[in-house]
């Protein structure tokens, strides 16, 4: 099996570099210059729990013509998930599909839009990641687990070879006859927990341990599990916010920063429109009522402009 992972950030890494260490042929595309640079001199190293591990394997800007793969991943930000899906679309060999390992709602659908449903895939990643500088990452919960599954019935022929490569390479995975209820279960553990951390920019944990703050995220989830409802998603992880947000938050060290969190720090554009965002808009057309999503987005779009402005300035 040839896989190809658009996205070489924390988490496309490390699943790339977990297959590679088992062998498995794959591919990372990543437009980061200083970190494939890195990768290609020195190998990709990822910090687990029990000690580093180093491998060699290759990273391209793009792919070129003639690569095919049977499976692409694609890990960027949601933002960019309708251009990876063109990419993909481009490369894919005969019986391939394309699987979205993102976070948040709707890259599905957006994949589905350019691939076609029967090829498209979900898939959830339970763990974490955080970048430590080109080429070097941190694995945080190297142990939890990855869901996988297809669009439709057609879709799981390819997400149970996928499941096969990702279990080789030392990953719990399981293939789900309902993957979007599982990533709707997922994007449950961020929309609670992402944005106050972010906001506070402290690592999710830490966030969770102040009382005041535990108690918006509960109520911040509460919101999203009553959409949920409404859109009829069965949630498999039951209706409890208090879950969610323990998920979200206790299982992980006090160094661990969501993704949302790093990328505001650092002046990017975030996911939150994909997430909280995406319940709010959800909400909206189901009649649910969301104030609490609906404020985080606004504060979070409010940072990012403010940032943009500072960044324009000091520019200028």
Partial sequence: MKIGIIGA???????????????????????WREHAD??????????????????????????????????????????????????????????????????GLG???????VIGPDRT??????????????AHVKHSNPHAGIAVGGLTPEGQGPARHLAE????????????????AVKWQKALLNVGTNP?????????????????????????CAEAIAVAKAKGVRLPGGDDPHDYVRQGTDVHNYEHKSSMCIDLA?????EVDFMNGAISA???????????????????????QEKRETAAGASG
């Fill in 38 to 103: 890195a990768i290609r001199t020195n190998g990709l190293t990822i910090e687990m729990d029990d000690g580093p591990f180093t491998v060699t394997l290759p990273i391209h800007d793009r792919p070129a013509p003639d690569m095919r793969f049977d499976i692409v991943v694609t890990l960027v930000k949601s933002h960019s998930t309708r251009a990876a899906a063109m990419i993909a679309r481009e490369h894919l060999a005969e019986g391939g599909a394309v699987i979205s390992f993102q976070n």
């Fill in 9 to 31: 950030g924390a988490m496309g890494s490390i699943v790339g570099a977990r297959l590679a260490k088992a062998g498995i042929d794959v591919t990372l595309f990543d437009t």
């Fill in 266 to 270: 650092a002046g990017r554009k975030t």
């Fill in 196 to 220: 106050f951390a972010t906001i506070l920019n402290l690592p999710n944990r830490a966030a969770g341990d102040i009382p005041g703050i535990r108690q918006a995220m509960i109520a911040c």
């Fill in 121 to 134: 895939l979900g898939g959830t990643l339970y763990f974490g990641g955080n970048v430590i500088g080109p």
């Fill in 165 to 180: 490569a990702l279990r080789a390479a030392d990953f719990e995975c399981r293939v789900e006859d309902d993957v979007m």
């Fill in 282 to 304: 959800f909400g909206a057309q189901y009649g649910v009522p969301t104030p609490l999503n609906t404020t985080v987005t606004a504060a979070i779009h409010r940072v990012e």
């Fill in 107 to 113: 890259n599905e659908e957006v994949i589905a839009e």
